[in-house]
Each structure stands twice: as C-alpha cells, then as structure tokens.
C-alpha cells in the first residue's frame, strides 16, 4: 500500500499556478471603454449636429449673397425651418435654401400692438415679443412665463396658441 501512495505521489505533479494580469488588464480595458465611447459620442451625437451647422452656415452665406447689408439673421423652426433677418428698411424670410418666401416694410413693424392684442384679448402678459414664421405667413410670437402665442403679422388674428 505504501507503494501506491508513493506512486501516487509522484505522479501527481504540482498545480502550475495560472497566471493573473490583475490592474494592468483592468487599466487597459478600462482605456479601451473610454476610446470606445469617445468615437461612439463623436460619430452619434457630434456628428449631426456639425452636420446642421454646416447646413445653416450655408444657408446664411445664401441669403447674405442674395440681400446686400442684411442683419440679424436667425433660425427659426416652427411647421418648418425658416430663416429671418431685415435690413434698413424691410424685414425678410426665407426658406431652409435661402430663397426669400416674403417680405415687410420695417414701417409695418409693430410690436407694442401685437402685446397690447396679447393682453387684451387673450389676457396674456407678455415677457417678449419676437417675429417667427407661422404656417403660412409672418407671425408675431409672444411669450409669457406659461405660454406662447403667435399672431399672424398683418391681421393679428391667433395662428397658434399653447
């Protein structure tokens, strides 16, 4: 019997301790993550909206080709991308290719009625008063802490309310 045991013994070979990588692996993994979800936010959330940028940048220098001296240029989005900006004496929209859809004299302008309009028959203070494109034509768009208000440029009827 003891010859088995010591045949036992001999045959039976030490465990090879395996091998552990420990932090080193953790550390490069943890930098693969990170160069993972860097290129992921660069392609998916930047990519877009560098996209929209050059979009709008381009629409811009259209519009500036097009109306010599034009200012104030903004976007504004509402049934869809419009652009507005005025010169010394007329107001302009366009649409999202630079092509103008209307246009105002700066004399029509009038602010102070569209928040008296506002107020009286909508009970509605006005914080600010801005031009927008509505569906169809020119609005004034009217703001208050709880809501929004559009009137249409020339008619002050209510294109929209929320």
């Not at 990588?21 to 979800?37: N, Q, R, S």
């Not at 001296?69 to 419009?82: A, K, L, M, P, S």
């Not at 302009?92 to 092509?99: P, S, V």
């Amino acid at each position: 019997m003891q010859n088995f045991l010591l045949k036992r013994k001999k045959t039976h070979r030490k465990k090879k301790k395996k091998k552990v990588y420990g932090w080193p692996l953790t550390a490069a993994l943890l930098a693969f993550f990170i160069l993972v979800f860097s290129v992921m936010w660069a392609l998916l959330i930047s990519g877009p909206s560098r996209l929209h940028e050059e979009k709008q940048a381009q629409t811009i220098r259209v519009i500036e080709e097009n109306v010599q001296g034009i200012q104030g240029i903004e976007e504004n989005i509402f049934e869809y991308v419009t652009y507005q900006g005025y010169t010394a004496d007329t107001l302009y929209w366009f649409d999202q290719t630079g092509q103008v859809i209307t246009e105002r004299s700066m004399d029509t302008l009038d602010y102070n009625k569209a928040r008296q309009m506002a107020l009286d028959t909508y009970q509605m203070e006005a914080e600010s008063v801005e031009l927008a494109f509505g569906y169809t034509s020119p609005v004034y768009e009217i703001k208050s802490r709880d809501r929004l208000l559009m009137l249409d440029y020339d008619t002050f009827e209510k294109v929209y309310e929320r």
